[in-house]
């Protein structure tokens, strides 16, 4: 039978899905590899899940995971032998995304006001959440006219 695989790591993490890689076991137990089977858990169920079809390769998408839930991953290689003992456990993962929302741009400024336009202007976020600022969205709101007497 073959060793556990080596060197678990879970990267790539988002509120929906994380990419498990990992290292092919120091031994085959003299059998050709077959592939590995990726097993899942939630930190607060002691129960393992197999995650997707057996992977040839030594990485493996894992699509599927709630939002704010913590998980654990392990690796099995498999043989024409039979399965191996189960890698050790990865370090816990949450899933969520690795970017928050950004801040508010700052100085807003408005110049060269006509009856029908406006020249709007402001300067970027200080935190843009970790991500690159795509875009903005502006908004303007009309003023009632005062009534006049």
């Not at 370090?91 to 029908?116: C, E, I, L, N």
């Amino acid at each position: 039978m073959p060793s556990a695989p080596l060197d678990i790591q879970v990267g790539h993490v988002t509120r929906d899905s994380c990419t498990v890689t990992w290292s092919a076991p120091a031994s085959d137990g003299g059998t050709p590899l077959v592939g590995y089977h990726v097993e899942q858990r939630l930190i607060s169920r002691p129960t393992w899940l197999r995650v997707g079809p057996t992977v040839v390769g030594t990485s493996l998408r894992v699509p599927g995971l709630f939002d704010g839930q913590t998980y654990q991953f392990r690796v099995t290689a498999e043989t024409r032998a039979g399965l191996g003992d189960p890698s050790p456990a990865s370090a816990a993962v949450t899933a969520r995304d690795p970017w928050t929302r950004p801040g508010p741009p700052t100085m807003p400024q408005v110049s060269d006001v006509t009856r029908k336009s406006c020249r709007v202007s402001w300067l970027p976020p200080t935190d843009d959440g970790g991500d690159d600022i795509r875009g903005y969205v502006v908004e303007y709101k009309v003023s009632p006219r005062p009534v006049v007497s």
